[in-house]
T-cell receptor
């Protein structure tokens, strides 16, 4: 069974600083990987996804993530954070060939200081 | 226009009451899901349905039931609500036509408080 860990419960950055949110997964083969964002009072919105191919994935809102098989990681990055990026971020992993239903991490809360 | 809608958006109820949360989608997707979100626990799967005649229990189905009335509608019921069912509930849909490379689309959530 797949599992996903987001080691950081909270991350605080200054506006304009770079951001990296960590995500580690456990799965025997190459999984499907996702990052979602949840703004206050909103549902989850897909930022980006990885199914196969190029391990550097571009998403919406200037986010990107890199799949590193050797580290079982799929970290989310943004070069310059905006105050509107303050939100909860969820990493998710799904198993190809199974039910494809993703398992979600516990989330990382991003706080942006002006 | 929202593709996945949930009603109500907020609900306060009392212990022992029956409550239904409703989800509708206009995306034409076959698969629908119910999750609950608790602070620090992420999203946990309650029930899922791959089509109208297919209902499956998720990770935390105890105390919940569901009904798939049509392809577009998937309802979650709490037969006898208890305080630890206080949570944020999300409905999601997905389409498996992409050979397994499916993406979930979420509704805005229903915030439920059980007193």
């Amino acid at each position: 069974a797949q599992s996903v860990t987001q080691p950081d419960i909270h991350i605080t950055v200054s506006e304009g600083a770079s951001l990296e949110l960590r995500c580690n997964y456990s799965y025997g083969a190459t999984p499907y990987l996702f990052w979602y964002v949840q703004s206050p009072g909103q549902g989850l919105q897909l930022l980006l996804k990885y199914f196969s191919g190029d391990t550097l994935v571009q998403g919406i809102k200037g986010f990107e993530a890199e799949f590193k098989r050797s580290q079982s990681s799929f970290n989310l990055r943004k070069p310059s954070v905006h105050w509107s990026d303050a939100a909860e971020y969820f990493c998710a992993v799904a198993s190809p060939g199974g039910s494809y239903i993703p398992t979600f991490g516990r989330g990382t809360s991003l706080i942006v200081h002006p | 226009d929202a593709d996945v809608t949930q009603t109500p958006r907020n609900r306060i109820t009392k212990t022992g009451k029956r409550i239904m949360l409703e989800c509708s989608q206009t995306k034409g997707h076959d698969r629908m899901y119910w999750y609950r979100q608790d602070p620090g626990l992420g999203l946990r799967l309650i029930y899922y349905s791959f089509d109208v005649k297919d209902i499956n229990k998720g990770e935390i189905s105890d105390g919940y039931s569901v009904s798939r009335q049509a392809q577009a509608k998937f309802s979650l019921s709490l037969e006898s609500a208890i305080p630890n069912q206080t949570a944020l509930y999300f409905c999601a849909t997905s389409d498996l036509r992409g050979g397994g490379q499916e993406t979930q689309y979420f509704g805005p959530g229903t915030r439920l408080l059980v007193l």
